[in-house]
């Protein structure tokens, strides 16, 4: 089947800019987790739903980031007065059951702040 | 400290030579470990995955957790060029959130 897909693949904004970045994730996997990746380091975790809840948030860096899932498939990350340093590539996973250990990424988004 | 430190490269073999990745952690909870394999400017691929301690074997690679050392390695045997990524190790709790702590990933080379 389908795998994970993001939208939009690359996303180019300028400072102070709000964003919304999509995760479809594989159907029917209940978990899903968001991360941010710079360069040269691995994905830092950023939230994990599962189902529609965000059952751990700890890893939003500030209160400019937010994300939902209301129905329990798709999911919606957003960034408020995007700032430079918010430039990264931000990864979208999903794992059947809420078990972490097989965790399937999308493509990621190219997120760059001007 | 990191929680999770993993060397990061590049490291450099001639195909066909047997490859070994590891990372070390400081939390003694983590339960759950991942590589991935990650090519430029794609989403991490999950490789392997094991549960606790123990070896785990699929083809071409080899993954083993020893607890005891807090110490995860990765073997590929018969290395190709197409194995030529970034390798990135990761690792969860067995509770609440599943908080994953991936390491900063070890770039590999394969050389025909």
């Known amino acids: 089947g389908a795998g994970v897909s993001q939208t939009p693949s690359n996303k180019v904004t300028e400072k102070g800019k709000y964003v919304e970045l999509r995760c479809d994730p594989i159907?029917?996997?209940?978990?899903l987790y968001w991360y941010r990746q710079s360069l040269g380091q691995g994905p830092e975790f950023l939230i994990y739903?599962?189902?529609?809840?965000?059952?751990?948030d700890s890893g939003l860096p500030n209160d400019r980031f937010f994300a939902v899932r209301p129905e329990g498939s798709v999911s919606t990350l957003k960034i408020q007065r995007t700032e430079r340093g918010d430039s990264a590539v931000y990864l979208c996973?999903?794992?059947?059951?809420?078990?972490?250990?097989?965790?399937?990424f999308g493509p990621g988004t190219r997120l760059t702040v001007l | 400290q990191k929680e999770v430190e993993q060397d990061p490269g590049p490291l450099s073999v001639p195909e066909g030579a047997i490859v070994s990745l590891n990372c070390t952690y400081s939390n003694s909870a983590f339960q759950y470990f991942m590589w991935y394999r990650q090519y430029s400017r794609k989403g991490p691929e999950l490789l392997m995955y094991?549960?606790?301690?123990g070896n785990k074997e699929d083809g071409r690679f080899t993954a083993q957790v020893d607890k005891s050392s807090k110490y995860i390695s990765l073997f590929i045997r018969d290395s190709q060029p197409s194995d030529s990524a970034t390798y990135l190790c990761a690792m969860s709790l067995n509770t609440g959130g599943f908080k994953t702590i991936f390491g900063a990933g070890t770039r590999l080379f394969v050389k025909a």
């Open positions: 996973a999903s794992s059947e059951g809420g078990r972490p250990d097989t965790q399937y």
């Open positions: 094991t549960y606790s301690s």
């Open positions: 159907s029917g996997h209940t978990a």
């Open positions: 739903f599962q189902g529609t809840g965000a059952a751990d």
